[in-house]
């Protein structure tokens, strides 16, 4: 397991749960393992440059169901690894597609990487092969993994399918890239509203909630930042003046919540 031992870095911040995180690439994503009494649910599979089905079996001996947030590359790389696949039907269909190393290549510049790619990653011809979905998430479906539910919430607006996991009992969400720290990717027009509301959403959950663990930067969130998140797209939403525009992308600020709005003048 050596060059996955190079790309990833396990985390397990409480029992049951690990963060297996990519630290070389600027995106820091992150896939979540959780473990029941029963079964595991992997919560993504990365961007499919070293084999994460190995840092799996290394951590966790029970049967593993992934669920992907959403299909986007760096959250499906490993899918072609596993058996059961569990995504949104709205994004279902781009599974089939994979990504090509023409698209890959472009992702893994130097200003993208900030560490070495393992020895036997060749970027001329990385690519993430097509995978299938075996099952299909709908809102407020259950995984009872034994002594450990997790429940998804389809929450739109990053992409059409994208959903959280809820950890009731434990007052966990894995945000996935609904919520997380940094520049929220927001685009202009419908999909605008789309987002907020599903932020608007996890934010009446936040009371409830302990703590966020998202797929990029930073390994957990306060809940606190939620209905920061959702002033932050009300200021889009009203169209604030932006606090700076480059090229095609206009950047907001407020309150330790970044926003990125593509394209920068469209919207109202
Ligand atoms: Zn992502």
Known sequence: MANERKWFDVHDPEPGIFIIEEPHHVERVKSHLNIGEREAILIDTGMGVANIRDVVEFLNSLPVVVVNSHAHWDHVGGNHLFDEIWIHPAEAGDLAKGYPNTRMRGWFGPSSLTGPLPDDVNLDTLAIPPSRATGMLHEGQVFDLGNRVLEVLHCPGHSPGGVVLLDRANGILFSTDVAYA????VYAGDWLQTYHQ??????????ELRVLYPSHNERSISPGLLPRMVEALERVIDSHASDRVDGDVAMYDYDGVGVYLFPARAGK
């Open 182 to 185: 940094g520049y929220l990717y």
């Open 198 to 207: 599903s932020l608007t959403r996890l934010a009446h959950l936040a009371p």
